[in-house]
């Protein structure tokens, strides 16, 4: 707007130029130079806040998602971004209808190669300290059913009287035969 540098419409104004715009449909060309003149400004805090609270709750039509998906359709997108997307996604729970239909479409497919291997690695990469592996072990677990007075004499059945099985001692403990194997064998329970 030539003319008015420096200077700012009230909001009365704003209004009555809103009023006359709505409906207006603007030409390829007019897009276009509106793009480029956008393209690599970044928007101010406040501005993304404001922008945020206003198409809050908005539906986007299905033609309009498919336009903006064939888009970006085999687009790289950086790790900074994706950093950012994992951020805003945070906390954020799906409708079941959109899980159903996730679930429908992976039911059958294998992982990828590539998709385990980096679920491979996010898992070898975490680690904890001794203190806190100690927190989280034996009865201070939060999904601990036995204690260290009966894992011991668990152990100490086993080895000194004869004619208990795994299974006994399941069902006498009120826990599953695999965890008196595990704890039997030091998978578990091992810093007893």
């Keep these: 707007m030539t003319g008015m540098t420096g200077r700012k419409h009230t909001e009365e104004t704003k209004k009555k130029i809103s009023e006359s715009r709505k409906g207006q449909l603007l030409t390829a060309e007019t897009r276009h130079k509106m793009s480029v003149a956008r393209t690599g400004k970044v928007k101010s805090e406040d501005s993304r806040r404001k922008l945020s609270i206003t198409l809050k709750g908005r539906k986007m039509s299905s033609e309009w998602a498919r336009k903006i998906g064939d888009k970006n359709r085999g687009r ?3 790790d ?3 950093d950012r997307i994992r951020k805003c996604l945070i906390g954020r729970t799906r409708p079941q209808a959109v ?3 996730i679930s429908q479409s992976k039911k059958g497919v294998p992982l990828s190669a590539e998709h385990r291997n980096k679920l491979s690695a996010i898992k070898k990469g975490i680690t904890f300290s001794e203190e806190r592996k100690l927190n989280m072990s ?3 677990s939060s999904r601990a059913v036995l204690n260290d007075e ?5 152990r100490k059945i086993y080895v000194q009287e004869s004619g208990w099985s795994h299974r006994k001692l ?4 009120g826990v599953s035969k695999s965890a008196i194997t595990a704890l ?3 998978d578990t329970w091992d810093h007893l």
């Design 80 to 82: 900074e971004v994706k």
């Design 184 to 186: 039997l064998q030091g």
């Design 138 to 140: 034996g009865e201070k």
């Design 99 to 101: 899980r159903i239909k």
């Design 170 to 173: 399941a069902s006498k403990y």
């Design 76 to 78: 790289k997108v950086s």
């Design 150 to 154: 009966q894992v011991l004499e668990i």
